[in-house]
Structure formats: C-alpha cells, structure tokens
C-alpha cells in the first residue's frame, strides 16, 4: 500500500466543504447543479442528450433501401430478405468455383443484414405511439367505469337515506 | 414478445443459420477428387487405431462394422445436411415474411391525431370523474353529520345504568 502512490485513488473532490452544516440547516449547502443538456464528454468521447436513431450514414453504411419520408415498411422489409437469400446462394456458387473471392459477398450479406436491423429500429417511435395510444385508451376506460360507479354509489346512498327518513316519519 | 422484437430475433436467426451451414459444410465436406491417377481414400484405416477410453477389456468392439458404416454414413450425411440445413433456412425466411406481414402498421399523422382526440376525450372524462369525487365527498361529510348528531341523540336519551 505504501509504493502505491501512482495508482492510489485521487482525493475526494474539495466540495464537500460545503455541506457541513447539512444536517442542522439544509439550505446552506448549494443546491444540486441542473441536469447537462445537449452534447457532453465522457472519458473521452462525446454523448449526446437526445434520443434519436443515427442515421445509416452517420455509422459509415450504405443505404440499400430508398430515402425519403414515407418509407413502405414491409415492401422494404420484404425485398430485402429476397435479397438476402439471393445472397446467400451467390456464396454458396462463389465458395465452389472461385473460393478466394468470398470475402466482397460475405460483406454484401452483412450490408444486407444491417439495413434491415436498422429499419426495425426505425420502426420503434411508431411502436412507442402505438402503445401511448392504447395506455390513453385503456385510462380513458377506467376513468369511465369510476365515473359509473361513483354515480351509482351515489345513488343508492340517496335512496337508503329517504327510507330511512320514511322509516323515521312513520314511527 | 412484441412483434418487432421477433422480427429482430428472426434476422438473427436468419444470419446464424445461414453461417452454420456454410460451416458445417465446410468442414464435413469430403475432399475433391483432383485426378483419375490417385486412388480414392481407404476405408480401412480404423482398426489400426487403438481404442485407449474402452476399458471393458475389449480392445476393438466392432472390428469390421465401423469402418464399412464410417463412410456410408458419411456420405449419407454429406447429401442429407445441405437439404435439412437448406429447408431450415428457407423456413425462417418464410416465417419472417410472414411476420412483416403481420405488422400493425398507420401512418404517423393518423397516429399524431388519434393521441389528440384521446387526450381531448381523457382530459374531459377526468373532468367528470373529478366533479363527481367532489360531490360525493360532500355528500359523505353530510352523511357523517347527521349519523353523529343521531349517535348523539341516541346516546342521550339512553339513560346510564
């Protein structure tokens, strides 16, 4: 433990200063800071605060699928796994008769398999409304079967109390 | 398990098949016959080798059968394999079809307005619900009034013993 000064642990950070009257008065010590917003660094590289989907072109992909805003899930889903399959028989001729040019056709079939994974990711925004939809759905249920009953209790609690007045008046 | 997840799992399992069978391929496959010149391979190698985990006291159990079963049954497995694995393949690329099929799928601008009607629609039933809460209180604390001016009552025109 004594040689261990290069790799011992650093010292505390010098805040906590601050914080010893915690106990017995709260607001002396500072507030926390606020959470980071936009870009932030991390042992050395950079992260983002907004959840979005990296583009194919952002992780250095070629898109096989065509651009544009309204993109035909299935057709495109569907068309590449024709693809793929095409692929894989074009490896299997490839190995047999010219055995050393495998590599540009095991590429393609990996090209193959990351656009699809990457429009089923693109499907999971519509997946999150989808499920926001029901929640509101099965909430809006609820909130009407609590409005029925209360409106029933209500009722009945009224009509008791006039038997029991009726009751009362007679005797 | 959702749906998309499943088609995840499927191309997955898509790539894992297909990278099993061109492995198994590759390594069960016999060699090629490079020339008429060279005889094919002989199949009675095996009883030379001795079998040092059989400890019965049995040097060669089956002397004569394994040997003449080794290559037929490779050879049956050589021709059987590529189709199973070939079969299994295709199944799984049918099965995925089938899934992306199966997808739920609207537009996002139909998704946007139905979000809005329901929050409307929400916002305006716990309206309700709130009102009613309220009266009902009320109508509880009224009732608690009058059960303890009748308790009260009660217990003063009953005369202690």
Known sequence: MATGTAASYPPPPPYYRLYSDYLTDPDSAPPPPPPVEGSYPLYGAT???EAVLPSLEDQGVRQLYPKGPNIDFKKELMSLNRDLQLHILELADVLIERPSQYARRVEDISLILRNMHHLLNSLRPH???????HILESQIQRRKQAVEDIKRRREEAQ????????????? | MDIISQLQEQVNTIALLAVNTFGTLQRDAPPVRLSTDYPEP??????????????DGNPNPNPNANPSANPSEEANNVAEQPKAMSAALVQAAKKFDALVAALPLSGEEAQLQRIAELQ????AIGLELQKQLEAADLEMKQVQELFNHATDNCLNLKKPD
């Open chain 2, 42 to 55: 002989a199949a009675n190698s095996n009883p030379s080798n001795p079998n040092p985990t059989n400890g």
């Open chain 1, 159 to 171: 009509k008791l109390l006039k038997e029991s007045i009726q009751i009362l008046d007679s005797q």
């Open chain 1, 127 to 133: 997946q999150a409304r989808a499920t926001l939809i």
């Open chain 2, 120 to 123: 409307a629609e929400n916002e």
């Open chain 1, 47 to 49: 992260y983002t605060t």
